[in-house]
């Protein structure tokens, strides 16, 4: 076991990429394809140029493309290598600045990553160092609009066994960070929350949840108390507010516009 | 009188309590949280709880809504004089049953408005009379509905100390307010109120904190270790108005000082006068002192997570916080003896006291200058206000170049800082009628002759009470 105190992060033991290879690995898009190639680009020792989301994939003439199917087991036994090695902080931040979803995030993880396999738990103080910054900024972000929605996200009870039903247009794909917080708020109580810019959402009977890509057909109708509770929340939301106070400049910046949309207090 | 008028009326009357946190308790399926409320799983219950509080919406003013903020009713037999409820006032008076607050609760929680509720109310008859049908609130809420949500509650001054009790063993978070800063403003403006019932009402609560966990819970708890008796989990908090008494900041900020040393409050919330009411006895506002509100946040900010005391910042010869800069930046330039200090040496509690670094940025350059020396552009990146830190600190041994050592060009220098130029007075009026714009100079820097505006930061921020 090397002192890892001595190990210079500048010089990786470990490399994910490398700037001269001639191919890339093309995967599903999934974290787990991602790891997976990770994973098989250290084993096997032969780093591609880059790892790439197979759909938005462009060929071109220097490289030459390797499909990797994600496998659970690698990427499970990867994950919990890199947990050991680097700590579970650093693992989440890596999942956060992956649903980002930011493109040519890979690269910017595979660099992440190197380090931290290199300079083990101390990533978490390397904050000087730009590929370390430059994911603790991507989750940072991710956090931020992922804590904005556990509180900006309305239900509204649908005639259809009580179902509850939000829908949500976030800039990153925070859905399965979502579920274990609304399954603990409301145990028992199914509900679905639809992301609208990925056309996904989650499905809970109120214990489990799953993420499902269909798109739901027909528009849902609401309980016929529905609109009543709607309205007594707008009658809230009206008289909380302080005139003598106003600062809509104050209340845009915390909550920004783009989520208006779907939160009916907005809508007057 | 239907469901939606009581609401309005109602929220209207509760909107001057400043406090909407949801924080301070974690509470989840695990059993593993610490906070009251009753348990489930069968399905029909509903709750959790969130150490880090939760916003669920932003008023036009600003602020977070995170409860169900309401009073229970307006009625009211006290007649306090900077209150919009007192009995004297000719407003439109309501009242919810407790069944009414706990199905509005519930289905607003379950419809994700809110974390929680937030109940106080106007005294009904008599203290005692109104703290019992909150309990009774709470109870239906705790045990009927088995909400396992957020409860803050408001103690009535003058209950019995039972029933502060009783209250404390249902909900999550109480608070009794101060009112006003002292007792003679008290005396004059609430007769029906006084310090020592207040503060009693405090001790009772610092009380049932200290000894919780003594005796078996009297709510169901979810897991199947019972954690003991639970009271108030997220503790205290209390709220004075500012600005329609004549107290200065310095009595102000030494009393907050001593409410959080003697009963370990977890918040002190400062509350703009608001002129609801004109009355002999009060100062004449005619706008709410917001900036004043938020310098007093700051300096309390600067208590409670910063090391500084009360006699640091404010002292006989300077004995209200400057309003045109933030108190640590004023307390850096009396002090000025002891910068530039260097990033990369000196300890913790060092840095927190230097401009433009706050607590998250003093925690990662302590981590990440273990790392390797940290240099200006490092310091930018952990989330440093260089404008402000600039003139405070060194970086292996090197000042930024040009910063400025003369201190008079340095309080200039950050004034200018606040953004001087392009305020419109009436957006921000804060009770200078008599000032007018005109060109700043870099060498005017006292107060009476310096055109001193708010800066963009602070304009937007001085309107919350809920930073």
């Known amino acids: 076991m090397p002192d890892r ?9 470990f490399r994910i990429l490398d700037e001269n290879s001639s191919f890339i690995y093309l995967y599903d898009g999934s974290f787990e394809g991602l790891l997976t190639c990770a994973a098989r680009s250290l084993k096997f020792k032969s780093p591609p140029w880059d790892i790439l989301p197979g759909n938005t994939w462009q060929p071109d003439f220097f490289h030459s493309p390797v499909q990797v199917a994600p496998s659970a087991e690698t990427a499970g036994r990867f994950s919990a290598w890199l947990q050991r090695r680097m700590g579970m902080d650093a693992l989440v931040k890596t999942y956060y600045a992956f649903i980002s979803g930011r493109p040519g995030v890979e690269r910017m993880l595979c660099e992440y990553l190197e380090t931290g396999i290199s300079a083990g738990r101390r990533i978490d103080d390397m904050l000087s160092r730009e590929e370390v910054h430059r994911i603790e900024m991507l989750a940072m972000n991710v956090t931020r609009e992922y804590h904005k929605h556990l509180g900006f996200i309305r239900f509204a009870m649908l005639k259809n066994r009580d179902l509850l039903y939000a829908r949500i ?18 145990p028992g109580q199914p509900w679905i929350i639809y992301d609208e810019g990925r056309m996904l959402s989650i499905l809970s009977d109120g214990y489990r949840w799953f993420l499902n890509d269909q798109i739901p057909d027909g528009i849902p109708i609401l309980k016929d108390d529905e609109k009543t509770w709607q309205e007594l929340w707008k009658a809230f939301y009206r008289n909380i507010g302080i005139a003598e106070r106003e600062n809509q400049k104050l209340m845009q910046s915390l909550m920004p516009k783009r989520y208006w949309k779907n939160m009916i207090e907005l809508q007057m | 009188m239907n469901i939606q008028q009581k609401l309005s009326i109602l929220a209207d009357s509760a909107k001057y309590d400043a406090a909407c946190t949801s924080s301070g308790v974690t509470r989840n399926r695990n059993g593993s949280g610490t906070g009251n409320g009753a348990g489930s799983g069968t399905g029909n219950g509903a709750g959790s709880t969130l150490a880090s509080g939760i916003c669920h919406s932003f008023s036009s003013d600003g602020r977070c809504i995170s409860l169900l903020k309401i009073l229970m009713t307006n009625i009211c037999c006290f007649d306090c004089k900077y209150c919009v409820n007192r009995s004297s006032n000719d407003v439109e008076r309501a009242f919810f049953t407790p069944m009414e607050i706990a199905e509005l609760t519930m289905n607003f929680y379950r419809r994700n408005y809110i974390e929680g509720l937030f109940l106080s109310s106007a005294v009904l008859k008599n203290p005692d009379y ?7 609130t709470i109870r239906m809420l705790r045990f009927d509905y088995r909400f396992a949500g957020y409860i ?3 103690s009535i001054p003058g209950a019995d100390p039972g029933l502060v009790r009783q209250l404390g063993e249902l909900t999550d978070r109480m608070s009794a307010n101060i ?21 009693s009402s405090m001790a009772v609560i610092q009380n049932g904190i200290q000894n919780r966990g003594q005796l078996p819970s009297p709510v169901p708890v979810r897991s199947n270790v019972s954690s003991g008796r639970s009271f108030v989990p997220a503790g205290q908090s209390t709220q004075m108005v500012i600005g329609a008494t004549p107290e200065n900041d310095r009595h102000i900020m030494t009393l907050a000082e001593d409410l959080y040393r003697s009963f370990h409050l977890k918040r002190i919330f400062y509350s703009a006068y608001i002129p609801v009411t004109s009355h002999p006895d009060l100062l004449p506002v005619t706008v709410p002192p917001l900036l004043r509100e938020h310098r007093l946040y700051q300096a309390d900010w600067l208590l409670r997570f910063y090391g500084f005391t009360a006699r640091e910042l404010l002292d006989d010869s300077h004995p209200d916080l400057d309003i045109r800069m933030d108190p640590k930046c004023d307390w850096a330039l009396r002090h000025l003896d002891r910068f530039p200090v260097e990033i990369n040496t000196v300890p913790y509690e060092v840095l927190l006291r230097i401009p433009g670094i706050g607590v998250r940025s003093a925690q990662k350059i302590v981590r990440s200058r273990r790392e390797g020396l940290l240099d200006f552009e490092h310091l930018r990146k952990l989330g440093v206000v260089m404008k402000r830190a600039v003139f405070f600190i060194t970086c292996k041994g090197r000042k930024s170049p040009g910063t400025v050592e003369n201190a008079e060009l340095l309080r200039s220098c950050l004034l200018k800082e606040s953004d001087t130029r392009l305020v419109s007075l009436s957006t921000f009026g804060h009770s200078q009628g008599e000032m007018k714009p005109r060109q700043l100079s870099m060498f005017e820097s006292s107060p009476e ?19």
């Open chain 2, 152 to 154: 803050h509650a408001k």
């Open chain 2, 449 to 467: 002759n310096t055109i001193w505006l708010p800066g963009r930061e602070d304009r937007q921020k001085c309107l919350t009470g809920e930073m």
């Open chain 2, 130 to 136: 109104t703290m019992e049908l909150m309990v009774e």
């Open chain 1, 169 to 186: 247009k976030p800039a990153n794909h925070i859905l399965p960070l979502l579920a274990p917080h609304f399954i603990d708020r409301l």
């Open chain 1, 5 to 13: 105190r001595n190990v210079n992060p500048d010089i990786p033991a």
């Open chain 2, 179 to 199: 009112e006003l800063p002292s007792k003679e403003s008290l005396a004059k403006l609430a007769p029906q109120k006084n310090y020592p019932s207040i503060l």
